[in-house]
């Protein structure tokens, strides 16, 4: 059971374009909602989080937006680089499950 | 100055031999995660230690075991290594149970022959 659904599995954008991921879940205990950046051959590194009191927040040219009633939540990347090239994964905790569930991934291709 | 380290960074071996995978994090966190990420990159949990006790035993063969000696060492052991074994493992540490990011190793990428 994938309790995060995460969409699509690939995108590739021009440099410049505005990539967009997005992430649906199904547990409403669910409070943190972090997203990871993972480059080949590395560990995934925490790049932005929310938490469901908010409806957007931003961190340089990243933007997580969130949808409470919904339950979705995207990411967004402006002025995308190449150097943004990663796979970037949703992931999301809470309700007394001291882990974090990840999204499936997807492979993010900014081309110059 | 790594904050979390793992060790080896690859590792080739046989079908049914027993090896170990170590973690160290110097980030003085408390709480310790194996993940495994397998051919398509799904992130899985396998296990979560909170000053050094088991607290995330998810289902996982029991040729699995962790060990963490102390709250900045979280190893893993696999007995009767199988194919299906095969996957990238992930250590990862966190300041505490709660709503805490992670931080990850550079993981292990596990080929079994």
């Known amino acids: 059971q994938q309790q995060v659904k995460q969409s699509p599995q690939s995108l590739i954008v021009q440099k410049g374009g505005i990539p967009i991921i997005n992430c649906a879940y199904e547990?409403?205990?669910?409070?943190?909602f972090p997203w990871y950046q993972q480059f080949p051959g590395k560990g995934p590194a925490l790049l932005i989080a929310?938490?469901?009191?908010?409806s957007e927040k931003k961190e340089g040219r990243f933007t997580i937006s969130f949808n409470k009633s919904a339950k979705q939540f995207s990411l967004h990347i402006m002025d995308s680089q190449p150097g943004d090239s990663a796979t970037y994964f949703c992931?999301?905790?809470?309700?007394?499950?001291?882990?974090?569930?990840f999204g499936q991934g997807t492979r993010l291709t900014i081309n110059p | 100055d790594t904050a979390v380290s793992q060790t080896p960074k690859y590792l080739v071996t046989q079908m049914g031999n027993d090896k170990s995978i170590k973690c160290e994090q110097n980030?003085?966190?408390?709480?310790m995660y194996w993940y495994k990420q397998d051919s398509k990159k799904f992130l899985k949990i396998m296990f979560s230690?909170?000053?050094?006790?088991?607290?995330i035993n998810e289902t996982v063969p029991n040729r699995f075991s962790p060990k963490s000696p102390d709250k900045a060492h979280l190893n893993l052991h696999i007995n009767s290594l199988e194919l299906g074994d095969s996957a990238v493992y992930f250590c990862?540490?966190?300041?505490?149970?709660?709503?805490?990011?992670?931080?990850f190793g550079s993981g292990t990428r596990l080929t079994v022959v």
């Open positions: 990862a540490s966190s300041a505490g149970t709660g709503v805490y990011g992670y931080t």
């Open positions: 230690y909170n000053n050094k006790e088991l607290i």
């Open positions: 980030l003085g966190h408390d709480t």
């Open positions: 992931a999301a905790r809470g309700g007394g499950a001291q882990k974090l569930v």
């Open positions: 547990n409403t205990a669910f409070d943190y």
């Open positions: 929310i938490r469901p009191d908010v």
